[in-house]
């Protein structure tokens, strides 16, 4: 079993001046403590426009800053929008953070599921899956090829040209997808990337979609998309831990209920859009005490000793990477580093 942590810089109002400056360099403290404390990944997430909720929009450039503090922590890009960006810059920024972190990035890629961002660029949600999938499928021949030869699609006409750098890790960092819904794993296997999944699915809904991927992934003789298979599946989950049993699990289920939307912000109510919209979760978890969104897994916390027997849980679907987000909701930085402390002294040594 391997560790990770996940951001996507929450920065719930009330704002200080600082407001963003310090979510970033907490951030790094927080990326340079984990690595400390022996955890292997370090995830964020790209979010446009979404006030409060997500303030890392340039995640690359994140990662890049963090490489230069760290030695060993797998930088998580988790996920880029590809639809967003050009292919050329998409290779390009990947390519130049596996050569800063010296091979460390983990490529995660996605289509975006909020139409709010993907409509801002002035691109049709509708086409965002399409655009997507022929970006990353020019970008690995961009890896591969030198000189790239071009690309012809129905969203990208592409000229040959030299793209440069090229990646540390050849042919192309791991990829990875985000999973929220459970049909993607099945997808995933026949494209030969690793999964993230998220732990409000139950466990018996985890272990059957794992199920699926891993008999997809031995019984098929090559990927679709991958050139190199990545067979794994990490589950992330907000999650506070603390030497109070009764502290961390308050502490978690309030940033849970936060995250999945009990919150004032201005964009709120935009979000979700491909779980259902996020009425629908709150209505879930409005309807559930703090002792249901721990077992339901919506929100992982308390001692060490119960945090343990969270991750067993989690462990038993078959995953290979549990991933928690602690910097969630209203969680302090001071709360976010203690976790990270008590995780690495406490609960990661018990499954190495």
């Given at each position: 079993m391997r560790f990770g942590i996940m951001t996507q810089l929450q920065t719930p109002r009330p704002w200080s001046d600082q407001?963003?400056?310090?979510?970033?360099?907490?951030?790094?403290?927080?990326?340079?403590s984990a690595e400390k404390h022996g955890f292997e990944y370090f995830w964020i997430t790209e979010q446009?426009?979404?006030?409060?909720?997500?303030?890392?929009?340039?995640?690359?450039?994140?990662l890049a800053a963090l490489s230069?503090?760290?030695?060993?922590?797998?930088?998580?890009?988790?996920?880029?929008?590809?639809?967003?960006?050009?292919?050329?810059?998409?290779?390009?920024?990947?390519?130049?953070?596996?050569?800063l972190s010296s091979g460390r990035v983990e490529f995660g890629s996605g289509r975006g599921t909020t139409p709010y961002i993907v409509e801002g660029f002035g691109l049709d949600p509708q086409k965002s899956r399409a655009a997507g999938n022929e970006s990353l499928q020019a970008v690995l021949?961009?890896?591969?090829?030198?000189?790239?030869?071009?690309f012809a699609g129905e969203h990208f006409e592409l000229p040959a040209r030299h793209v440069i750098p090229k990646p540390v890790q050849l042919p192309h960092p791991p990829l990875w997808v985000a999973a929220t819904n459970l049909e993607t794993y099945e997808?995933?296997?026949?494209?030969?990337?690793?999964?993230?999944?998220?732990?409000?699915?139950?466990?018996?809904?985890?272990?059957?979609?794992?199920?699926?991927?891993?008999?997809?992934?031995?019984?098929?003789?090559?990927?679709?998309?991958?050139?190199?298979?990545?067979?794994?599946?990490?589950?992330?989950?907000?999650?506070?831990?603390?030497?109070?049993?009764?502290v961390g699990k308050g502490t978690a289920c309030a940033a849970a209920r936060w995250y999945y939307g009990d919150n004032d912000a201005e964009l709120n109510h935009l979000r979700f859009a491909t779980a259902g919209g996020v009425d629908k979760i709150k209505q879930?978890?409005?309807?559930?005490?703090?002792?249901?969104?721990?077992?339901?897994?919506?929100?992982?916390?308390?001692?060490?000793?119960?945090?343990c027997r969270q991750?067993?849980?989690?462990?038993?679907?078959?995953?290979d990477q549990?991933?928690?987000?602690?910097?969630?909701?209203?969680?302090?930085?001071?709360?976010?580093?203690?976790?990270?402390?008590?995780?690495?002294?406490?609960?990661?040594?018990?499954?190495?």
């Open positions: 407001r963003d400056w310090s979510a970033y360099q907490n951030a790094l403290e927080q990326g340079e446009h426009f979404f006030s409060e909720i997500g303030h890392c929009a340039c995640s690359e450039m994140f230069q503090r760290t030695t060993k922590l797998r930088m998580g890009l988790g996920v880029v929008v590809l639809p967003l960006h050009h292919p050329f810059n998409v290779a390009e920024r990947v390519a130049t953070l596996d050569v021949r961009m890896f591969e090829e030198d000189p790239f030869t071009g997808h995933a296997a026949r494209q030969g990337v690793g999964v993230i999944g998220v732990t409000r699915n139950s466990h018996a809904e985890t272990r059957k979609a794992i199920e699926t991927y891993r008999s997809i992934s031995r019984s098929q003789i090559a990927p679709t998309v991958s050139r190199c298979r990545n067979e794994n599946v990490a589950v992330f989950g907000i999650t506070c831990c603390d030497s109070d049993d009764a879930r978890i409005s309807a559930m005490s703090d002792d249901d969104l721990i077992d339901a897994g919506m929100a992982l916390g308390g001692n060490p000793e119960t945090l991750v067993e849980g989690w462990a038993a679907t078959g995953i549990m991933i928690f987000m602690i910097q969630a909701g209203k969680a302090t930085h001071a709360q976010v580093m203690r976790s990270i402390e008590l995780i690495g002294h406490e609960v990661i040594p018990r499954f190495q």
